[in-house]
T-cell receptor
């Protein structure tokens, strides 16, 4: 699975959009971009995933660049409950199974 | 729908002792995973089961760690004997199938080895 690079930490004001970047310059054509988050003392939680097109669900939006070498997770209206470590993971969507977690980005949402 | 259940939530043992963790996946989920998460790091896969068969145990320290999933439902992860460096959170996850299916994680068991 391709390696990802994320900033160690980010801050965001409550109610504002949180934009979390991820670089995955060695991504292969059949690899998906997955985002999970881990709130303190809890297990990781799935957020969203995509292959080429931008994706949106009730939690977040995922913007993938045209060359697929980077992506951005957007939390449109961050709340204090969104404070967590966010992991960007690249993996083969069909046939692959292992989630290889890096160290992620610690997002702190401030009041 | 009930989530992934794990017990105990916390465990403190002396080095060289043995310990076991239990996981009950989401009903109907065929695939079960055990991850180890050391403080400040992301989770690392230890072993993956598809029903009651092992799919991937390449990162499991087999000299001291063992896992089983009898009957393809619940699973137990054992460490014998424990070392100081085994102090970590042990996370269980499950998914409906294999491949790209979403994994759902339990709350984890925090192990402290003294």
């Amino acid at each position: 699975d391709a390696k990802t690079t994320q900033p160690t930490s980010m801050d965001c004001a409550e109610g504002r959009a949180a934009n979390l970047p991820c670089n995955h310059s060695t991504i292969s054509g059949n690899e998906y971009v997955y985002w999970y988050r881990q709130i303190h003392s809890q297990g990781p939680q799935y957020i969203i995933h995509g292959l080429k097109n931008n994706e949106t669900n009730e939690m977040a939006s995922l913007i993938i660049t045209e060359d697929r070498k980077s992506s951005t997770l957007i939390l449109p209206h961050a709340t204090l409950r969104d404070t967590a470590v966010y992991y960007c993971i690249v993996r083969v969507g069909r046939g692959g199974s292992r989630l290889t977690f890096g160290e992620g980005t610690q997002l702190t949402v401030n009041p | 729908e009930a989530g992934v259940a794990q017990s105990p939530r916390y465990k403190i043992i002396e080095k060289r002792q043995s310990v076991a963790f239990w996981c009950n996946p989401i009903s109907g989920h065929a695939t079960l995973y055990w991850y180890q998460q050391i403080l400040g790091q992301g989770p690392k896969l230890l072993i993956q089961f598809q029903n009651n068969g092992v799919v991937d145990d390449s990162q499991l320290p087999k000299d001291r760690f063992s896992a089983e999933r009898l009957k393809g439902v619940d699973s137990t992860l054992k460490i014998q004997p424990a070392k100081l460096e085994d102090s970590a959170v042990y996370l269980c996850a499950s998914s409906k199938g294999t491949g790209g299916d979403t994994q759902y994680f339990g709350p984890g068991t925090r192990l402290t080895v003294l």
